[in-house]
């Protein structure tokens, strides 16, 4: 099955219809969705920073990151769930929406990022200071990105089209309904045209003389 026709089926079925146009439930996801970004984002800033020997000089590295690690989680399971949610409700636009596609490829980097620096960085007492500040600056550098790109969305237009380029199979459809001529009046069309002729003729006539 084509991808595009996975997310418009996604996207048309009825309870992502009933979210996308809810007054009150996608207003609530989407502030719960930003609400999240600030509690997990805020998360993440502070243990970059101490990575980043910035701030907490006086607290382990071990001990921000497992203190802060389940107010991270809590953060990121609301952010992502709400994300998908909304997603979900206008995945035809989202799906050909290169901002959208690159947010996706950062998250994916993300899960890489963590790999990366689980024992190096993240799961040891006392890290390198390089180590350290290279996992906070690349995942500074993803969040930020992560962000960014999640603003962009709402600005991206897609290929614009002159009016009357194109016009839907639908409406040619309505349009050759609409102007289609009756079976009926065909047969009788040749004679209605040789008695308006004919009408016509004198008064041709009476003009000419």
């Given amino acids: 099955m084509n991808i595009a026709r996975v997310f418009h089926a996604i996207q048309t079925s009825g309870w992502a219809t009933d979210l996308r146009e809810s ?55 609301i952010m992502v769930t709400c994300g998908m949610l909304l997603a979900a409700s206008k995945a035809d636009q989202y799906y050909v929406n290169p901002y959208f596609q690159l947010k996706m490829f950062l998250l994916l980097m993300v899960g890489v990022h963590a790999l990366i620096f689980k024992r190096s960085v993240y799961g040891v007492n006392a890290p390198s200071a390089r180590n350290a500040r290279l996992a906070a600056c690349v995942s500074l550098a993803l969040w930020l990105g992560i962000m960014s790109l999640g603003r962009w969305i709402a600005y ?14 639908g409406q040619c459809e309505l349009l050759r309904h609409r102007t289609s001529v009756p079976a009926g009046l065909k047969e009788t069309a040749p004679a209605l045209s040789r008695l308006s002729h004919a009408a016509a003729a004198p008064v041709l006539f009476t003009v000419g003389a």
């Fill in 23 to 77: 007054a009150l439930v996608y207003p609530v996801i989407m502030s719960l969705h930003l609400t999240a970004i600030a509690l997990f984002g805020g998360l993440i800033l502070i243990t970059d920073l101490r990575l980043l020997g910035l701030i907490l000089h006086d607290v382990p590295v071990t001990n921000v990151v497992k203190g802060l690690r389940p107010w991270k989680r809590l953060g990121f399971t």
């Fill in 156 to 169: 991206y237009e897609g290929d614009r089209e002159k009016p009357g380029a194109r016009v839907e199979v």
